[in-house]
């Protein structure tokens, strides 16, 4: 009887975490069918943290850390169709960590890691016309920040996170500029518990603030933290937390089928620590819950992922913290889902 009751806690101690880990996964029923991953046309070089935007039906990446970690200013398209990559005018100068928002014809970029790791922070603020592909200068950001969040809502450019001048220091701090001639960003609310790498995205009009890191050069923690902005009401609310920390999945944060969808990233807060994971993870606002629905090809490291043409993009990417990189590129049909 004793031997049966120490078994019996023996097993309840190591299968209640695998319960706790599938309740944050979420419903099994919400996962898809398998993706169809095919391998395509490669970049014309291995990158990660690429500024990532869709223009045109295309995927424009922007730069990114190169092997030596050396910010590189190419820009890069790939057409889906067509299976191939052309090259556009470079970025004015070599910058990371910086996120871009696309405002019908123009992508801005603000902010950003100057040049070769560790670079020095910039204010800079640049914008993209796609159609004459040209670049030209904007209002600067009121203090030097990089891997702030930058997201597009109505006619304004909210710039949010981020870190401070010393690469390390985290920010809450939260700008606006109007997209109808400003000339000068304005205060808004703060984000609540400040962090860099945050990932930025908006849905249904309003702007979500979703994981990222508590410092940089120092020491990085991946959270969990998540928060939503609405415009409306010029407050932050918490939502629900990512089901572990996470970093690193700015240029793969997407919307499908109405909810804010994740491609990768790094979870280094965890036991054990996970580093480089490759699922996907959704979030439903309408139940205020995050689940996890698939899996990418190979566990990627800040990709570039977008829907283009019916099909989920993933380039680039790295396979470790953060070397080695790929320059590989893989396409999938979206999954046929029941609801």
Request: net charge neutral.
């Amino acid at each position: 009887m004793q031997l049966l009751i120490r078994v019996s806690i023996t097993l309840l101690v190591f299968i209640t975490p695998a319960i706790s880990i599938a309740q944050d996964a979420g419903k099994k029923n919400d996962a898809w069918p398998t993706l169809q991953w095919k391998k395509v046309a490669a970049t014309s070089f291995a990158r990660v943290e690429s500024p990532t935007a869709i223009a045109d039906g295309k995927l424009y990446l922007f730069g990114g850390f190169t092997e030596s970690l050396d910010a590189s200013n190419q820009v890069d398209v790939y057409d889906v169709v067509a299976n191939s990559w052309t090259r556009k005018k470079d970025m004015p100068t070599r910058l990371t960590h910086l996120n871009p928002a696309v405002d019908g014809n123009t992508i801005w970029f603000a902010g950003g890691f100057k040049g070769k790791h560790p670079g020095p922070v910039t204010a800079e603020v640049w914008k993209y016309d796609v159609a004459s592909d040209t670049w030209s200068e904007g209002p600067a950001l009121p203090e030097r920040r990089a891997g702030g969040g930058l997201v597009v809502v109505g006619r304004n450019l909210h710039y949010f996170g981020g870190y401070k001048i010393d690469r390390n220091t985290d920010a809450g701090d939260h700008w606006v500029l109007s997209l109808d001639g400003g000339k000068a960003w304005l205060r808004e609310a703060d984000l609540p518990d400040p962090r860099g790498h945050v990932s930025a995205i908006a849905l249904d009009g309003k702007i979500y603030a979703l994981g990222g890191d508590h410092g940089h050069d120092v020491k990085q923690i991946d959270v969990k933290s998540c928060h939503c902005f609405d415009p409306a009401t010029k407050k932050w609310s918490e939502i629900a937390s990512l089901p572990d920390g996470r970093s690193h999945f700015e240029s793969s944060t997407m919307v499908y089928n109405g909810r804010i969808t994740i491609f990768g990233g790094r979870c280094n807060s965890s036991q054990p620590v996970r580093n480089v994971v490759g699922d996907i993870l959704q979030y439903d606002s309408k139940d205020n819950r995050w689940d996890v629905v698939g899996n990418m090809p190979e566990k990627l490291l800040a990709p570039s992922a977008v829907i283009i043409s019916g099909q989920f993009v993933i380039a680039g990417g790295g396979l470790n913290n953060p070397r080695p990189l790929t320059a590989n590129t893989w396409v999938a049909p979206l999954p046929v889902l029941n609801k």
